[in-house]
């Protein structure tokens, strides 16, 4: 398997516009998660989903985040609009039980000028 | 609430030496389970290694073991025979049965010197 696959790596953008980050799961993971990486807050959970359900998303800093999960295969992370304390690495990860070993993706690296 | 303390925010040793890194939690949940992740420079992170809490048994995965002490809610990882490629940051985490969320602590910076 390939792995957790997030594009882009690298996403650069201004402040007001609109950023889609994307995560294709392990397949026949039921779990998908979406996680923030800063300097000064460490490593956050903003949502997880679960068999395409969004389940918990109190970690979701403001309504200027969504996530959605159309299919077991494919989920987005949007900012709308995006502003510089936006800027963090972006994971997702996927895991086949609520206790399972989550794998991550590579991340996204998300500057906001 | 449930945290993760790694007290120690950077660690360097010389290639082969044996580390050990430190990790300690706090839950009122008897039923959990805990993971040592690693970032190194690349940003991935990398599962290292597992341990289910009600294992009285410490797990090991090649050069990578921990000392898992629940009473004191302690839970420490060793790296045998280090490697330059061991040089990253080191996560401690943990999840709790019935809750999918998984906490993590600040992370140790690890450096292997050759």
Same mark, same amino acid.
Not at chain 1, 31 to 40: A, E, K, S
Not at chain 1, 62 to 90: C, G, H, W
């Given at each position: &398997?390939?792995?957790?696959?997030?594009s882009?790596?690298?996403?650069?953008?201004e402040?007001?516009?609109?950023? *889609?980050?994307?995560?294709k799961?392990?397949?026949?993971?039921?779990?998908?998660?979406w996680y923030?990486q800063?300097m000064?807050?460490g490593l956050?959970?903003?949502?997880?989903?679960?068999?395409?359900?969004p389940?918990?998303?109190?970690g979701?800093?403001e309504d200027?985040?969504?996530?959605?999960?159309?299919?077991?295969?494919?989920? *987005?992370?949007?900012?709308?609009?995006s502003?510089?304390? &936006?800027?963090?690495?972006y994971?997702?990860?996927s895991?086949? *039980?609520?206790?399972?070993?989550?794998y991550?993706?590579?991340? *996204?690296?998300?500057?906001v000028? | !609430?449930q945290?993760?303390?790694?007290?120690?925010? @950077?660690? /360097?040793?010389?290639? !082969? @030496?044996?580390v050990?890194?430190?990790?300690?939690y706090?839950?009122?949940e008897?039923?959990?389970y805990?993971f040592?992740?690693?970032?190194?420079?690349?940003?991935q992170?990398?599962?290292?290694?597992?341990q289910?809490?009600?294992?009285?048994?410490? !797990?090991?995965?090649?050069?990578f /073991?921990?000392?898992f002490?629940?009473? !004191?809610?302690?839970?420490?990882l060793?790296? /045998?025979?280090?490697?330059?490629g061991?040089?990253a940051?080191?996560f401690?985490a943990?999840?709790?049965?019935g809750?999918?969320?998984?906490?993590?602590?600040?992370?140790?910076?690890l450096?292997?010197i050759?």
């Amino acid at each position: &398997d390939a792995g957790v696959i997030q594009s882009p790596r690298h996403e650069v953008t201004e402040m007001g516009q609109e950023v *889609t980050l994307r995560c294709k799961p392990i397949s026949g993971h039921d779990y998908l998660f979406w996680y923030r990486q800063t300097m000064m807050r460490g490593l956050e959970l903003l949502i997880y989903f679960n068999n395409n359900v969004p389940i918990d998303d109190s970690g979701m800093p403001e309504d200027r985040f969504s996530a959605k999960m159309p299919n077991a295969s494919f989920s *987005t992370l949007k900012i709308q609009p995006s502003e510089p304390r &936006d800027s963090a690495v972006y994971f997702c990860a996927s895991s086949t *039980t609520s206790q399972g070993n989550q794998y991550f993706g590579a991340g *996204t690296r998300l500057s906001v000028l | !609430a449930q945290t993760v303390t790694q007290s120690q925010p @950077e660690m /360097s040793v010389q290639e !082969a @030496e044996t580390v050990t890194l430190s990790c300690t939690y706090d839950t009122s949940e008897n039923n959990y389970y805990l993971f040592w992740y690693k970032q190194p420079p690349s940003r991935q992170m990398i599962l290292v290694i597992r341990q289910e809490a009600y294992k009285q048994q410490n !797990a090991t995965e090649n050069r990578f /073991s921990v000392n898992f002490q629940k009473a !004191a809610k302690s839970f420490s990882l060793k790296i /045998s025979d280090s490697q330059l490629g061991d040089t990253a940051m080191y996560f401690c985490a943990f999840i709790v049965f019935g809750n999918e969320k998984l906490t993590f602590g600040t992370g140790t910076r690890l450096t292997i010197i050759p």
